[in-house]
């Protein structure tokens, strides 16, 4: 399959503001009046990757994942409509986004994605996913195809 660029329906991308005073700085992740309920978050937990690491090509059946990229680096976000009845199947989006460019993304179900950092330092991101990792008690599968694993996954970084 080639994917071509273009917008992917259901995808919502957030630009952050980070206030700055003499003291440091404050950024409002999200808030529940501007995040369909659909999307609220049931945990949320924080990732570090190294310069140069990519996590994904993957996707969950069911969950909708809210990433938060607010540096300290840069990440190249990959997101592809895997979804066969959306009218964006087969579209594919790229964003640069973190310290340089604040953003929020959420990616519904069924949406493969991935990210790499770009920038020179160890980069921190933050997501609060709508469902539970392994469900309640950790006592279900993951929910996720892991598409890293297959050496000819048509979904591919640059």
Known sequence: MNFRDGPI????????????????????LFRHDELLEMFHPVMCYISMTEPGVA??????VDQADY??????????????????????????EVKIVGQDAP??????????????????????????PNRLYKGHGKKDPVD???????SGSIYKLD
Request: glycine share 10%.
């Open 67 to 92: 990433f938060c990229f607010i540096g300290p680096s840069n990440f190249k976000v990959y997101l592809w409509d895997n979804r066969k009845d959306a009218p964006t199947f087969g579209n594919k």
């Open 55 to 60: 996590r994904g090509p993957h996707e969950h």
């Open 9 to 28: 329906e259901g995808i919502i991308w957030k630009p952050l503001t980070i206030f700055k005073d003499k003291r440091g700085w404050l950024c409002e």
């Open 144 to 150: 996720e195809i892991r598409h890293e694993e297959h």
């Open 103 to 128: 953003f929020a993304l959420v990616v519904p179900a069924g949406i493969v994605h991935a990210y790499q950092n770009v920038g020179s330092t160890q980069g921190i991101v933050f997501n609060a």
